[in-house]
């Protein structure tokens, strides 16, 4: 069977029409939208099925299909309504501006891990994702960059922040199946380190007696400040090379 797509832009893109058959209001695709993403919040995106949607809101599950035609459209439209709700990037400097950003896609990583266990591979983007870039698109944009850098720019933060993201959701994940804390199973790999010898690992030796993994310093917050380093390096040696004087080149005749 085909996969039509555009029933998902449709359902992203335009107002839905409402059945107007039926208890009215008793059932709509904003409610179905929001059941899921609790379902899939406290339970994780593995437990999401359309009939454990509809035992949340107490209706069958052929009447979710009235609002959502089948879960990949219903994954499409929870993605979006996340994406809802976070700010806007706000017109300032680029570096604020993408620091902004990136802290509004890790509180939604934060509050919503189960994102990052989904491919983003021709996910249907929907409205609010796409203002969300659109205005991260803009703070960079006085920067007289090329349009293609302008999105390597904001994809690279996107992508640094997806990655730190997702290393947490699979925490997440790994605590919800096993009941263990991550901190509680690492203690609990006495057999391991045993192995940590200086003769075999000489520098993770050194970190670990002097406590170096004890004190790990905070994974984002340290990323996010040296990727934003190097875009300084890449925009600063792009406005040197716009700001230098064309040399002339001396021709035989």
């Known amino acids: 069977m085909k996969d039509d797509r555009n029933r998902s832009v449709r359902l992203l893109w335009e107002t839905p029409a409402e059945p107007t058959r039926g208890p009215k209001a008793a059932l709509s695709q904003a409610r179905v939208v929001e059941a899921a993403i609790k379902v899939a919040d406290a339970e994780g995106i593995e437990a999401l099925t359309m009939r454990r949607v509809a035992e949340t809101l107490g209706f069958t599950t052929m009447s979710l299909y009235r609002h959502v035609p089948g879960k990949s459209e219903l994954l499409d439209l929870m993605v979006d309504a996340v994406w809802g709700e976070t700010e806007q990037t706000p017109k300032t400097t680029w570096r604020d501006g993408l620091d902004f950003y990136a802290r509004q896609l890790w509180s939604m990583y934060c509050a919503h891990p189960w994102l990052l266990q989904l ?56 605590e919800r ?77």
């Open 119 to 174: 491919t983003n591979a021709r996910r249907m983007p929907g409205p609010n994702a796409m203002t969300r870039t659109d205005a991260a698109f803009a703070v960079v944009s006085g920067l007289n960059l090329k349009p293609e850098e302008i999105v390597a720019v904001v994809t690279s933060i996107g992508q640094f922040v997806a990655g730190v993201g997702r290393t947490m959701a699979d925490r997440v994940l790994a």
């Open 177 to 253: 199946e096993t009941g263990v804390s991550e901190e509680d199973w690492w203690n609990d790999r006495d057999e391991l380190w045993e192995h940590f010898t200086p003769e075999r690992l000489p520098m993770m030796t050194h970190i670990w007696t002097t406590g170096g993994y004890e004190r790990p310093l905070d994974e984002f917050e340290f990323g996010l400040a040296r990727v934003l380093d190097g875009l300084a390096v890449f925009i600063e040696a792009e406005e040197r090379q716009r700001e230098a004087p064309l040399v002339r080149r001396e021709t035989c005749l």
